[in-house]
Structure formats: structure tokens, C-alpha cells
């Protein structure tokens, strides 16, 4: 069988993918140029891709002999789900090992933008800490007391529940779905309309996935709700933020400050209009980028694959039911 990836995974599963497959690497340009991807597709069985590879409706139709797409991600936005189910095209994914890291990444993001500490690092950097320890200087704010509002309960949003318990900080959410009494007990979460939560909270952070639904969804009319001290956290999809509404409310001071992982395109160049600005910090999509999270997303990204080319059930399967 043939398999395409767009670009290399750790040794340990290249090799296995090598001892049993005949494999095609991508080595250039990334994303993989669609024209290449294009004229690959049509010959492979198997295809393992990426979060920023765009497997549309014409890479799809062009994969006659596609079988699998093992994507190394636990979003499944980039790849036009209809198109694939209607060829019964399988369809792996990397949810729960990423869990945790992205979890972390959001309350060190929370963290950051709360006592501003990227900000303070800066203005190190630039020898602008002229005056020592003023009883104004650099002031951010307790988490202690204050509310979290966790916009999407799934698995991430509820690792950071559980993580910002021990802060002393309230939790309210809201979901798709409300969890069950025993659940927000169990998390101490308190269930908010979406309006209530970002009108209540003095930081809110992101855990829902981007579909059409979601698209833009965090826009001036949300914004314009949160409190002057709050804080705007995401480590999900750049693309559930409106980023010109969001420019505009941390230009005017509107909010006190926001923490973005993730962005409407990718990667953000240095004239980016964020870059330009102080009350926010900037991450380059690094939720689930720890070694032994990475590792694992290599592991079931190669099992997937591997299953689902050989009629086995694979570890994560988006479900096109
Ligand atoms: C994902 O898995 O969807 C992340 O955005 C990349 O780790």
C-alpha cells in the first residue's frame, strides 16, 4: 500500500511506517503546495496530514484510492468531513494525549496575561525597568476569588476546571451541552448562557472546536460584554475570534488583557497588528507541544493510519455518522 505524509513524523514511526508501507514524504515547502498534494493523492492509500493542510473537497474527489486520513491533531476542521464520508474515507484523529499540555498552556497563558509577565520580560529586554519595586509598577491581578469563564466544557475545558481549582478562583462555563449536576459538582462549575459568561467573568478561555457554527462567534457584540479587568484566553482555533473586533477592544483598553495561541492564519508575521500591541501575549500554536505529548500524537497518528489500512478498529476515529 502506498501512503502520503505531509511531512515526516518522529523516527520511530517513519521506520514502522517504512517497514510496511511504501511511504512519500513531503520535504519542501509547508503547508504541502496543493498542486503537489494534488498530484500525489490520487495514487495512495493512506494519507497522514497535518492541522494546516486544507484536505478539501478537490483533494478528496482527486484521492480515488484513498482510504485513511490520519491526521496528527485533535481538530478535524481542516478536512471537509461530507466529502470524505460520502467515499467512505476513514478518518483517525489525536484527541486525550493532547489534553493535558493544552490544558497547561492555557492556564500558563492565563497566568501570563494576569500578572504580566511576557509584558514584564519585554520591558526588560528593552531596558525600560528604570525604577526599582514602585507600588505601582507592573500591577496585574489575583486569580484568587475572581471567575473563570471556560467556553467549552469537553476533555481540555475540564482539565483547566480542574487545574484552576487550587488557584482559589470561581469556575462558570458554558457548553453545547450542560454536564450533568454530579459533573459541575464534581468541578465546582457553575452553568452560564454564553452572554451571563462572558458578562461575569474576569477571564474567559477558549475549549470549543471550529466548525461553521463556532466561526467568528467571539465577536464585538461577546467582547463588548467582558469586564474592562477581564482577560481573553485561546489556545483552540484562531478563526472562533473575530481578530478585527478583538484589535479594536484591546486598542480601546476595553478589556484588560489577552493571551492568543492560536490565530486566523497562521503563521503571524512581526507586522501582525497584535505584535503591536502590549496588552497581549503570543504564542505559536504550542498547546500540545511538549515532547512526550508530540510523541504520543506521533504514536496514534501511525496507529491510526496503520488500523485503519488493515481493517482494525484505529485508537481515535472522528465519528462522520
Ligand atoms: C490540534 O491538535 O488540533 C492542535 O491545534 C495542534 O496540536
Not at 476546571?161 to 462555563?173: C, L, N, S, V
Request: glycine share 6%; charged share 30%.
Amino acid at each position: 500500500m502506498r501512503v502520503l505524509l505531509t511531512r515526516k513524523l518522529h523516527e520511530f514511526a517513519m521506520k514502522e511506517l517504512k517497514r510496511r508501507y511504501d511511504v512519500y514524504v513531503h520535504n519542501g515547502a509547508i503547508p504541502m503546495p496543493k498542486d503537489k498534494l494534488l498530484s500525489k493523492i490520487s495514487q495512495m492509500d493512506g494519507l497522514v496530514c497535518f492541522p494546516y493542510d486544507i484536505i478539501d473537497k478537490e483533494i478528496i474527489e482527486s484521492a480515488k484510492k484513498l482510504r485513511v486520513i490520519s491526521t496528527y491533531s485533535v481538530g478535524y476542521d481542516h478536512i471537509d468531513l461530507q466529502k470524505a464520508k460520502s467515499r467512505k474515507i476513514k478518518i483517525g484523529y489525536t484527541p486525550d494525549v493532547l489534553t493535558n499540555a493544552t490544558a497547561d498552556l492555557a492556564v500558563a497563558l492565563l497566568l501570563d496575561s494576569m500578572r504580566r509577565i511576557t509584558e514584564g520580560d519585554r520591558i526588560i529586554r528593552e531596558g525600560n525597568w528604570k525604577v526599582v519595586f514602585g507600588p505601582h509598577d507592573y500591577v496585574g491581578t489575583d486569580l484568587e476569588g475572581k471567575t473563570i469563564g471556560i467556553l467549552g466544557m469537553g476533555r481540555i475545558g475540564r482539565a483547566v476546571a480542574k487545574r484552576i481549582h487550587p488557584f482559589g478562583m470561581k469556575t462558570a462555563y458554558h457548553s453545547r451541552n450542560r454536564l450533568p449536576k454530579s459533573e459541575e459538582k464534581k468541578l465546582g462549575a457553575k452553568y452560564m448562557s454564553l452572554d451571563e459568561l462572558f458578562e461575569k467573568s474576569d477571564a474567559i478561555t477558549i475549549h470549543i472546536p471550529y466548525t461553521k457554527d463556532t466561526h467568528g462567534i467571539v465577536n464585538m457584540n461577546l467582547l463588548k460584554k467582558m469586564k474592562k479587568t477581564s482577560h481573553l484566553i485561546n489556545t483552540s482555533r484562531g478563526k472562533i475570534i473575530n481578530e478585527k473586533d478583538l484589535i479594536k477592544i484591546l486598542r480601546s483598553n476595553r478589556i484588560a488583557g489577552a493571551a492568543l495561541d492560536v490565530f486566523e492564519r497562521e503563521p503571524i508575521g512581526k507586522d501582525h497588528e497584535f505584535v503591536k500591541m502590549k496588552n497581549i501575549v503570543l504564542a505559536p500554536h504550542i498547546g500540545s507541544s511538549t515532547a512526550e505529548t508530540r510523541r504520543e500524537m506521533a504514536e496514534i497518528t501511525m496507529r491510526n493510519l496503520i488500523y485503519g489500512l488493515e481493517g482494525k478498529k484505529m485508537v481515535y476515529s472522528v465519528d462522520t455518522d
